[in-house]
């Protein structure tokens, strides 16, 4: 579903309610947990309460103190987001290390885990539609395009030049970020990459070895079992 900052408790129990509905579920039916990982403080809370005001038990929110298995090696581990961590932890468990991983969405985040297996770092760039965006903007005269791929790098329209240069752009800056980031983990790492808008870009990229839209929600299920009886 769309991300809304300013959704309470009820408003979300609405909207979960429909999608369990929809795959014959109910809150009061066959869910016995549920694991959150989210970097908008607002909606962490409206979250943890939909979740014990409707399914009656405590969620496993991904935070400071929640066992991750995953040694984290910055200045601040408290600084780094959820969804990072989460990543991070489902490449390894997947693909082993090193790995760097790259998760295409509002943000475009980069990701480095070590052969040992500690997350060193990474990068945060602008995502392909918040430049697109900030493009259309500042510039009256471009419209809106399709992000899709044009007919070639060097487009025809300016529509093709448009989404030559949103899509071909994006994936360049990846593999750029990707080469640097391989020769600072020892020269090899396995890249995997997911996000909403991985599918768009991973086509023209040429470093991504693995294609994973899952691996956010893999990395909450091993948290899940690491903090619950699941894996005692």
């Known amino acids: 579903m769309a991300t809304g900052r300013k959704r309470t408790p009820d408003e979300l129990a609405i909207l979960f309610g429909g ?18 990982a989210s970097v908008v403080p607002d909606q962490t809370q409206a979250l943890r309460e939909m979740v014990r ?8 929110v991904v935070e400071p103190g929640v066992k991750t298995g995953i040694p984290i090696t910055l200045d601040n581990p408290k600084e780094v987001g959820a969804d990072r961590i989460v990543n991070a932890l489902a490449a390894l468990a997947r693909y082993g290390g090193p790995c760097v991983v790259v998760d295409v969405g509002t943000a475009t985040t980069y990701d ?15 995502g392909l539609l918040v430049g697109a965006e900030g493009l259309f903007a ?26 030559s ?14 080469e640097r980031m391989q020769k600072e983990l020892g020269g090899h790492a396995t890249v995997i990459a997911t996000g909403g808008l991985a599918g768009v870009v991973v086509p023209a990229c040429h470093t991504i070895n693995h294609h994973d839209p899952w691996l956010t929600l893999e990395g909450l299920r091993l948290i899940y079992e690491r903090n ?5």
């Open 19 to 36: 999608f369990l509905e929809q795959k014959g579920l109910s809150f009061s039916r066959q869910i016995t947990g549920v694991a959150i």
């Open 53 to 60: 005001d409707y399914f009656h038990f405590p969620p496993v």
């Open 112 to 126: 480095a885990v070590a052969e040992n297996g500690e997350f060193v770092g990474g990068a945060i760039a602008p």
């Open 138 to 163: 500042a510039t009256a005269r471009f419209t809106r395009v399709e992000i899709v791929q044009p007919r070639s790098v060097i487009g025809k329209t300016t529509v093709e030049a448009l989404q």
């Open 165 to 178: 240069g949103l899509l071909y752009g994006t994936a360049a800056e990846i593999d750029g970020m990707v």
């Open 228 to 232: 619950t009886s699941l894996d005692e």
